[in-house]
């Protein structure tokens, strides 16, 4: 079973940030916080990762609380491009272990 | 650099029929994964290879599925003969081991499968 939970569905206006929502209270101190989206008949694609701080890199920003209970995804500036299902998944990163999908949100970015 | 290729990108057969999906991962990287995505939910591991040694086929149904990686390269997943819920989106994804959560999986655009 997937060890986060996330909304269904989320809505954003294009231009403005789509912030998309994590809980991973479960998580274990050597387990990442992954983020992966799915644009429509494509494979997924990752977008960022993190452990304990924040991280940012040119597609988004990831923001993890101190308690690293939950985290939340940040799309700065929203485009129709990003309409995609967005994964959050946690996992060890000592080995290539697999990626454990949950159902994740399906964002819609409205014109 | 090219990304994880595979074929073909559609299939449909009737049940009962064999059929084979290919996947050529990204050059160097030495782990290679097959998932299996059903319609409206997330994709699930069937089979984990390093270089040409499966290190986790524990969810893949082996009565039916078999998968392959020779020279640990590219990989042939075959299903005989395949059933109607073998309907689905199978997945190939790559990566390359680099540790510090910096192994993220690269996928390919999937095989979709459907069987009448």
């Known amino acids: 079973d997937a060890k986060t939970t996330q909304p269904p569905s989320m809505d954003c206006a294009e231009g403005r940030a789509a912030n998309l929502p994590c809980n991973h209270s479960?998580?274990?101190?050597?387990?990442?916080v992954y983020w992966y989206r799915q644009i429509h008949s494509q494979g997924p694609q990752y977008i960022i990762h993190?452990?304990?701080n924040n991280e940012t890199n040119e597609m988004a920003s990831l923001i993890i609380t101190e308690d690293r209970k939950s985290s939340t995804l940040i799309l700065p500036h929203a485009t129709l491009r990003d309409t995609a299902v967005y994964y959050c998944?946690?996992?060890?990163?000592?080995?290539?272990?697999?990626?454990?999908f949950g159902k994740g949100t399906k964002l819609t970015v409205n014109p | 650099e090219a990304g994880v290729v595979q074929s073909p990108r559609y299939k449909i057969i009737e049940k009962k029929q064999p059929v084979a999906f290919w996947c050529n991962p990204i050059?160097?990287?030495?782990?290679l994964y097959w998932y299996l995505q059903n319609l409206g939910q997330g994709p699930e591991l069937l089979i984990r290879?390093?270089?040409?040694?499966?290190?986790?086929d524990s969810q893949l149904p082996k009565d039916r599925f078999s998968a392959e990686r020779l020279k640990g390269v590219d990989s042939t997943l075959k299903i005989q003969p395949a059933e109607l819920g073998d309907s689905a989106v199978y997945l190939c994804?790559?990566?390359?081991?680099?540790?510090?959560?910096?192994?993220?999986?690269?996928f390919g655009p999937g095989t979709r499968l459907t069987v009448l």
């Open positions: 479960t998580i274990s101190g050597n387990e990442y």
């Open positions: 290879y390093e270089n040409e040694e499966a290190v986790d």
């Open positions: 050059s160097g990287h030495n782990t």
């Open positions: 994804a790559s990566s390359l081991r680099r540790g510090q959560g910096r192994d993220e999986q690269f």
């Open positions: 998944i946690v996992r060890v990163s000592y080995g290539s272990e697999k990626l454990v």
């Open positions: 993190g452990l304990k």
